[in-house]
């Protein structure tokens, strides 16, 4: 992360006084020995001085000191016929004119290049190994050539259609002339728009490999510094050396950052950098010609939030969903990730890629990855099911706490509640099957979950469906209820999503009695763009607001009773079931179903 670096006064003083100390210990080193006249001249009659140079108030030269040793010496001037002595001794001596600016010149600038040495080397290291000093104004984008990106469309998976679209900007960075005879021109901005973790980036990357073109990446937040002007300089920047290197592809990701609507929140003064950033990114975008290859693609997982004037055509005026993959795009992402490992011969990837809704193209390498660490920790050579089945569970539900101490009883209701929600799954019409029942606690508060698998993936609901949801939320409680004639807080969350569930069939869909074909959803975008899921005022009066409370609570209750029915017809078999599940803690689908099925 970058840092800012503040320059305040301390550091002058402390600049100056390392100077001053250096200069101090040059002089010092270099300096002759100061000795008194009357020595000077026991040594000329000793004959220990070698020669000498004779200015106007001082004499120097070399002598040799009590060891033989040949030494530098100056002393004080005090008499005229000095001449006459050493000429009698035999010394070599001559006059000189002292001169000391250069001396003095030389002891200051020398401490001070090699102090603005280091500070260049600093600052060069602080700033990315930039050329320059104070290069505030450059921009931070890796520029990566095209010999270098090594990532192409097939390594990209589950995002068939965002490839199909975008390969018409790869066919125009490599045969651009095709276009331009027909009098097409290329849009000057992709945006890419999507879920974190679902491979902006890497489709970025993939156009510039399979284009073959010069690649520019900076992340939005790059631009911002805390010297007013600094982003526009850098955007300036960019273009520029991207109009040397076109074609070429600049790549803002976390577009953002700098893209916000500009006077969002009516707040001014602390935002004027960030809109000098925008505008002066508007401007580039309108002054730059697509004919000369210089193609903008940005990523932002909150489109909403941006300035209209950066969604008008002529700017980013193509805007591609990369969505969570389905479960032919998880299977493919698996396949690609796989190849890194060693699997069992009896993994089957396509029942993880099924486990796995809504899971993104990070989330499932995330999944293999963890899967080699458990290999690794348990001594295997190879990914097993197993393996990948617990890397599932640990990204959706956390570690497993198998050192949590949990009382007998607890773990007895923990096993009852688990069970009623599975078999009013299993016994259900249009519930997804169970895959799997633990109690072995997770995260930081699951005592135990059920955990059922999608035999594909769905994009519409009955409202049988959408009932029988809250059956299976409600099936937990009621197996409290008719086993110990009591409940318990475990069945909070499942309370609060029946409820939604319940509120979402009379408000949002219009399956209720109370509105009819009225709606009011709470979601009118999709749901990565939404900020706050359960905020935001009502569209309805309190009188409409108690009439669907009270259809809420009638739909709560009644699908409360027809699930104590149920599970009070086959009690035998929920005592069963809990019983093997308090027995071995976890029980998969097979070992299920067929105490479900009398087997």
């Known amino acids: 992360m970058e840092q800012n670096h503040r320059f305040n006064m301390w550091y002058v003083l402390a600049a100056i006084w390392g100077v001053i100390l250096l200069q101090n210990l040059i002089f010092d080193h270099l300096r002759p020995q100061i000795i008194p006249y009357s020595e000077f001249i026991k040594a000329v009659s000793d004959g220990k001085v070698v020669e000498v140079a004779i200015g106007q108030d001082k004499i120097s030269g070399k002598m040799h000191d009590k060891d033989g040793h040949e030494i530098l010496f100056t002393t004080v001037r005090v008499e005229t016929d000095l001449s006459q002595r050493l000429a009698e001794h035999g010394v070599k001596f001559s006059g000189r004119v002292e001169n000391t600016f250069f001396t003095a010149l030389l002891s200051w600038l020398i401490p001070i290049f090699i102090f603005f040495g280091i500070w260049y080397l600093l600052m060069r290291k602080m700033q990315g190994g930039q050329a320059g000093i104070m290069n505030f104004g450059k921009n931070k984008a890796k520029i990566i050539g095209e010999k270098d990106i090594e990532t192409r469309f097939n390594d990209v998976a589950g995002a068939d259609e965002a490839k199909e679209e975008l390969r018409e900007i790869v066919d ?10 027909v009098g097409g021109q290329m849009p000057k901005g992709v945006l890419l728009v999507g879920p974190p973790g679902t491979g902006k980036t890497l489709i970025a990357r993939a156009v510039a490999g399979e284009a073959g073109v010069p690649f520019f990446s900076m992340s939005g937040s790059d631009f911002v ?5 600094m982003g526009a300089a850098r955007v300036r920047d960019l273009f520029v050396q991207a109009r040397d290197k076109a074609p070429c592809i600049i790549f803002i990701d976390e577009l953002d ?4 609507a500009r006077g969002a929140g009516g707040i001014t003064g602390g935002h004027d950098e960030r809109e000098q950033t925008l505008n002066q990114l508007l401007v580039e975008m309108d002054g730059f010609d697509t004919q000369k290859g210089i193609i903008i693609m940005a990523a932002t997982n909150r489109p909403e939030v941006l300035d209209p004037a950066l969604l008008r055509s002529g700017r980013f005026d193509r805007q591609v969903l990369i969505d969570k993959p389905d479960v032919n795009g998880r299977r493919a992402i698996l396949d690609i990730h796989a190849k890194k490992v060693k699997l069992d011969d009896d993994v089957n990837l396509e029942i993880i890629a099924q486990k796995t809704a809504g899971f993104s193209g990070a989330d499932l390498a995330n999944v293999i990855n963890e899967a080699a660490l458990l290999a690794v920790r348990n001594s295997r050579k190879k990914v097993s099911i197993l393996d990948l089945d617990e890397a599932v569970d640990r990204i959706i539900g956390g570690l497993e706490k198998k050192n949590r101490v949990i009382n007998q009883e607890e773990k007895k209701i923990v096993a009852y509640h688990e069970v009623g929600h599975a078999l009013v799954a299993s016994l259900t019409p249009g519930c997804e099957p169970v895959h799997k029942i633990s109690i072995i606690p997770r995260g930081l508060a699951a005592l135990g979950y059920t955990q059922q698998r999608p035999t594909e993936d769905r994009y519409l609901m009955s409202e049988k469906e959408l009932l029988a949801k809250i059956d299976v939320l409600l099936g937990g409680r009621v197996a409290e209820e008719i086993t110990f004639g009591s409940v318990t807080t475990g069945a909070g969350n499942d309370l609060m999503r029946a409820t939604d569930i319940a509120r979402a069939i009379i408000v949002e869909y219009g399956m209720g009695k109370t509105l ?3 709606t009011y959803p709470r979601q009118r975008s999709p749901v990565f763009l939404q900020q706050d899921q359960h905020g935001g005022g009502r569209d309805y009066s309190d009188e409409t607001a108690a009439k669907i409370d009270l259809e809420t609570k009638e739909i709560l209750d009644e699908r409360n009773s027809q699930v104590k029915d149920l599970l009070q017809q ?26 479900v099925n009398g087997n």
């Open 172 to 181: 125009y960075l490599a045969k651009p002339q095709i276009y331009l005879e």
């Open 225 to 229: 510094e805390m010297f007013v002007g």
């Open 257 to 260: 950052a700098i893209g916000k």
């Open 516 to 518: 009819g074909l009225s």
């Open 570 to 595: 086959k009690q035998h078999l929920l005592v069963a079931i809990a019983e093997k599940l308090l027995e071995k803690e976890v029980l998969f689908e097979d070992e299920f179903m067929a105490m």
